[in-house]
């Protein structure tokens, strides 16, 4: 089965900027989405079809996605950007998570 | 804005049958399709399955044996039926609304909010 995989974890300061990545088998030629998901509240999607934002994301968030890598980036990072972050693919005609990374801002 | 809420039993014992229902609220059933996604408790995200109004159904080879999922347009509901439950199953269960159709492209551009199921004797 087709399996994603991501850090459990990273950390970044204030202001800097953080990468997180997902890794999977020609991941590059699939699209990408990213969810993020704070304690206690559902996850939400802020990266989809690799590179888009959905309406109300901030444009400090972004995404690319190639060869065996799908990245997350975020720019200016800021202490509510605290969360998991889960990435996710189609494999065929099933979807695929990554096991999501905790970014910890410090 | 559609909005999702999800309602199950809450505490279940092992070997009995899981039902969830998840009520569609700013929009309709018939317009997209739907999904259920679980999270065990500390861990991560898994696909259980999607559905269309139509009745098409696409599940995760890991549960197909084990799960139905289903639609209510009149009520404007979708529905989880899991068999046979287990510890394994004790999660947050999400519905949750495809952006597409199920294609290479989509993702999940709204959730509800989760409800939680506990299978212990």
């Known amino acids: 089965s087709y399996e994603l995989t991501q850090p459990p974890s990273m950390s970044v300061s204030p202001g800097q900027t953080a990468s997180i990545t997902c890794s999977g088998d020609t991941l590059g030629d699939k699209y990408a989405s990213w969810y993020q998901q704070k304690p206690g509240q559902s996850p939400m999607l802020v990266i989809y079809q690799n590179t888009k934002r959905p309406s109300g994301i901030p444009e400090r968030i972004s995404g690319s996605n190639s060869g065996n890598t799908a990245t997350l980036t975020i720019s200016g990072t800021q202490a509510m950007d605290e969360a998991d972050y889960y990435c996710q693919a189609w494999d065929s005609t099933f979807v695929v998570f990554g096991g999501g990374t905790k970014l910890t801002v410090l | 804005q559609v909005q999702l809420q999800e309602s199950g039993p809450g505490l279940m014992k092992p070997s009995e049958t899981l039902s969830l229902t998840c009520t569609v609220s700013g929009g309709s059933v018939s317009r997209y399709y739907w999904s259920w996604i679980r999270q065990p408790p500390g861990k991560g995200l898994e696909w259980i399955g999607y559905i269309y109004y139509s009745g098409a159904t696409n599940y995760s080879p890991s549960l197909k044996s084990r799960i139905t999922i289903s639609v209510d347009t009149s009520n404007n509901q979708l529905s989880l039926r899991l068999s046979s439950v287990t510890a394994a199953d004790t999660a947050v269960y999400y519905c949750?609304?495809?952006?597409?159709?199920?294609?290479?492209?989509?993702?999940?551009?709204?959730w509800g909010q989760g409800t939680v199921v506990t299978v212990s004797s």
């Open positions: 949750a609304k495809n952006q597409y159709g199920g294609g290479r492209n989509d993702a999940f551009d709204i």
